[in-house]
């Protein structure tokens, strides 16, 4: 089983500041996605990144995949109330596991007004 | 588009029970996943279905739960008898069919309490 883990575990902030979110892992992966969910409701994709280096941009977030496929990190400029929720990073690791979606376990941001 | 549909939105049973939970994906959407979700964790892959096929139930308990989808579109969950562990939040997810930058669409899951 491959397995994601993702650092901090949670992460308190004021509004304004800045943040990085690591998702590591000792296998390889083919693709990896981010999610955000909020209470009460399932994981919404953010972004999906599938080469290794590949740097995306979605606003104020910025989501990196690291050279080896292995890592990945998502960084928030500039927080704000409204990014508060759960981050998730997922993994699929091609091949026989082709679609099989591994998730690490989250790390929960509260950003404070 | 309508977007994945589950129901109960919320069950609680006494251990021991049994409970089943429904999922329609969104219409034409091959792949069809279960996950298990603990309270301030990540969700835990339970089975993924291809079709009307299994392709992987490898985190399955399979003494106590059971899946299917039959006709290859919507499908159940079940637990039968329910421990005090398996609180937790039950999410279905599908997505067109599996490939790079497909995205994973998911409902609003099942929340259990075994009490």
């Known amino acids: 089983t491959q397995l994601l883990e993702q650092s901090p575990q949670f992460l308190s902030i004021q509004e304004g500041e800045n943040l990085t979110v690591y998702c590591n892992s000792s296998?390889?992966?083919?693709?990896l996605q981010w999610y955000r969910q909020e209470p009460g409701e399932g994981p919404v994709l953010l972004v999906t990144?599938?080469?290794?280096?590949e740097v995306k941009k979605l606003k104020r977030l910025t989501f990196q995949f690291g050279d080896a496929r292995k890592d990945s990190s998502l960084h928030i400029t500039a927080a704000q109330p409204g990014d508060t929720g759960l981050y998730l990073c997922?993994?699929?690791?091609?091949?026989?596991?082709?679609?099989?979606?591994?998730f690490g376990q989250g790390t929960i941001l509260t950003v404070h007004p | 588009e309508a977007g994945v549909a589950q129901s109960p939105r919320y069950k609680i049973i006494e251990k021991r029970q049994s409970v089943a939970f429904w999922c329609n994906p969104i219409?034409?959407?091959?792949?069809l996943y279960w996950y298990q979700q603990i309270l301030g964790q990540g969700p835990k892959l339970l089975i993924q279905f291809q079709n009307n096929g299994v392709v992987d139930d490898s985190q399955l308990p399979k003494d106590r739960f059971s899946a299917e989808r039959l006709k290859g579109v919507d499908s159940t969950l079940k637990i039968q008898p329910a421990k005090l562990e398996d609180s937790a939040v039950y999410l279905c997810a599908s997505c067109l069919q599996w490939g790079g930058d497909t995205e994973a669409f998911f409902g609003q899951g099942t929340r259990l309490t075994v009490v």
């Open positions: 990144v599938v080469t290794g280096g």
């Open positions: 997922a993994g699929d690791a091609g091949g026989t596991s082709y679609g099989k979606l591994t």
């Open positions: 219409s034409g959407h091959a792949t």
């Open positions: 296998s390889v992966f083919s693709s």
